[in-house]
């Protein structure tokens, strides 16, 4: 077979699923991951679909998830003095099963760590491509040789900038910033989140799956673009306790909470659009590919992606140009019509206007409308024919 060493970027979903299938058909893939451990992450994930489904399945990772599932967390709209304006039910956050997506890498590496090398704390410095393979450069380890590198590293991929050019040519923002961080559960929430608008606006909180004395907040402001550093997050504390300043309900406490979150999540709404997933030797997968931020069915399409992508370099005897092409060509157009959720996530939880805000309310509230837009979900996760591969045991 050619092609045997893949260097993949990113031990999160997409990377330890590539890892997985890549190593049953006889490849020999190393991950990188630039954080220390599997990464820990309070955030739930969910799949929807018999498509996301039969690739868990067929992974043998099904009913482990099932052991781990939080079984979603019904969403409660409030006023100002908490009184409910609507009411969502759990499977409209938390899909056909929702687990945290730490429980879900963990799963992943555990199905996967005996096939594939892992390699904690480092990430790829430099990409050179010769006939033969391609030379990584690393920031920590000595620089090593790979037939094949692919990016599994997410929405501001390491690989795609090295391989394929500046975030700012494939990222768009889409006019959102969501934060988010742990609390205490002031609120003795169980099973359920609520969320308080105001045009533009979302603060919310809900039960920690974890630990039922914790909490953890989902605040989205809609926003121009904004100039700041990733990697400050008192800065980026400043930038949503500002968005927030005269909201009411629980928001002042729960801000008041922020300055001293260790662990504050704070990215765009963004989307990835590229002209083409591979260039040579390198090709990427996951968010890195397409991602969404939030709302984009991310996970699914990195798990159904990793699977088409080790399917297709074992059906072409690892010929890397024939096998990107086909992958992306089956791939694509499914992941497409997911991410459009993602750039309808921002006004839909944080309408801009009030009357957007009733319109939204007015139309969930009613059940078959609600019915209407669940089916839709698990359609939109649905439309490719998932292809058979032969692969080893
Ligand atoms: C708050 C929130 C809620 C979400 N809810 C849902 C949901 O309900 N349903 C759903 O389908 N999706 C949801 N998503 C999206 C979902 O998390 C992603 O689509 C999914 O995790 C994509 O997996 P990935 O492996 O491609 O990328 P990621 O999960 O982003 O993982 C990328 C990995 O690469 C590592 N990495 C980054 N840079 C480097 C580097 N330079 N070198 C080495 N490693 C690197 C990171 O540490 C990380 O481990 C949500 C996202 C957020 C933020």
């Not at 997506?101 to 555990?110: A, I, K």
């Not at 300043?245 to 406490?253: C, K, L, R």
Request: glycine share 12%.
């Amino acid at each position: 077979m050619k092609n045997a060493t893949v260097l993949i970027s990113g031990a999160s979903v997409a990377g330890p699923a590539l890892a997985y299938w890549l190593g049953r058909c006889g490849f020999a893939p190393t991950l990188v991951e630039i954080a220390p451990r599997l990464r820990d992450g309070g955030y739930a994930v969910d799949f929807r679909g018999p498509t996301n489904l039969a690739v868990l399945e067929r992974m043998g990772v099904l009913d482990d998830l099932r052991d781990v599932q939080t079984g979603g967390c019904a969403m409660r709209f409030v006023d100002e003095t908490g009184r409910q304006l609507l009411h969502l039910p759990p499977e409209f956050t938390g899909g056909d099963i929702e687990v945290l997506r730490s429980d879900l890498s963990r799963v992943l590496y555990e199905h996967s760590h005996d096939r594939a090398e892992y390699v904690f704390g480092d990430s790829i410095a430099g990409l050179t491509e010769t006939p033969d393979g391609i030379e990584v450069e690393f920031e920590h380890g000595a620089p090593r040789t790979f037939d094949l590198v692919i990016g599994a590293d997410g929405m501001h991929s390491g690989v795609r900038r090295l391989a394929f050019g500046p975030e700012s040519e494939f990222v768009r923002h889409l006019g959102y910033y969501v934060a988010g961080w742990e609390v205490p559960n002031h609120l003795g929430l169980v099973g359920e989140s609520r969320m308080h608008n105001v045009p533009g606006k979302v603060a919310g909180v809900a039960h920690d799956h974890r630990d039922p004395k914790k909490a953890g907040t989902t605040f989205l402001f809609a926003s121009e673009e904004l100039a700041y550093d990733r990697r400050d997050p008192e800065q980026q504390k400043k930038l949503v306790a500002d968005a927030f300043v005269g909201v009411g309900w629980e928001a002042p406490v729960l801000i008041e909470e922020l300055w001293d979150a260790p662990d504050l999540y704070f990215d765009s709404i963004s989307r990835v659009d590229l002209p083409s997933w591979s260039r040579g030797r390198v090709a990427l997968v996951g968010d890195a590919a397409c991602g969404a931020t939030v709302g984009g069915m991310g996970t699914g399409t990195a798990i159904v992606g990793a699977y088409v992508l080790a399917g297709e370099l074992a059906a072409a005897d690892g010929d890397h140009r024939e096998a990107f092409a086909r992958y992306e060509h089956i791939v694509r157009p499914s992941a497409q019509r997911c991410q459009k959720g993602g750039d309808r996530t921002g006004k839909f939880l944080a309408p801009r206007t009030v009357l957007g805000m009733r319109a939204r309310n007015r139309l969930l509230g009613t059940p078959f409308l609600l019915d209407l837009m669940l089916k839709e979900g698990r359609k939109v996760t649905s439309t490719m024919d998932l292809p058979d591969y032969r692969f080893g045991a």
